[in-house]
């Protein structure tokens, strides 16, 4: 069982930065694939970032790709969303996953692999 605890959101002008937070609980951190989605009012969640155990391998949506950067902590149960160069469309519910799999490329992005979710984090950005 993995707890997940996202902060980090808010309001943010176009162009500004943030940086989430997920928190996890649990021994087995270190064997989980976590990965980044957004949720948007109206839209079906979306993938943003992932990254594997070791954090060796990152993957990220097109959209997102050199302006978000993905990483975790093993030692601290943490893992990071760092999103710079925001735009308007970036505004969603952002929502911390973790996934027992070893997931690759194509099954990355897909939520269903995911089987444990935070609470999520609104993040929003002003033109």
């Known amino acids: 069982q993995v707890q997940l605890v996202e902060s980090g959101g808010g309001l943010v002008q176009a162009g500004g930065s943030l940086r989430l937070s997920c928190a996890a609980s649990?021994?087995?951190?270190?064997?989980?694939?976590m990965g980044w989605f957004r949720q948007a009012p109206g839209k079906e969640r979306e993938f943003v970032a992932a990254?594997?155990?070791?954090?060796?391998?990152?993957y990220y949506a097109d959209s997102v790709k050199g302006r978000f950067t993905i990483s975790r902590d093993n030692a601290k149960n943490m893992v990071y969303l760092q999103m710079n160069s925001l735009k308007p469309e970036d505004t969603a519910v952002y929502y911390c996953?973790?996934?027992?799999?070893?997931?690759?490329?194509?099954?990355?992005?897909?939520?269903?692999?995911?089987?444990?979710w935070g609470q999520g984090t609104q993040v929003t950005v002003s033109s």
């Open positions: 996953a973790a996934s027992g799999a070893n997931l690759h490329t194509i099954l990355v992005v897909k939520p269903l692999k995911y089987d444990y």
């Open positions: 990254v594997s155990w070791s954090g060796s391998s990152t």
């Open positions: 649990g021994r087995t951190f270190s064997s989980y694939f």
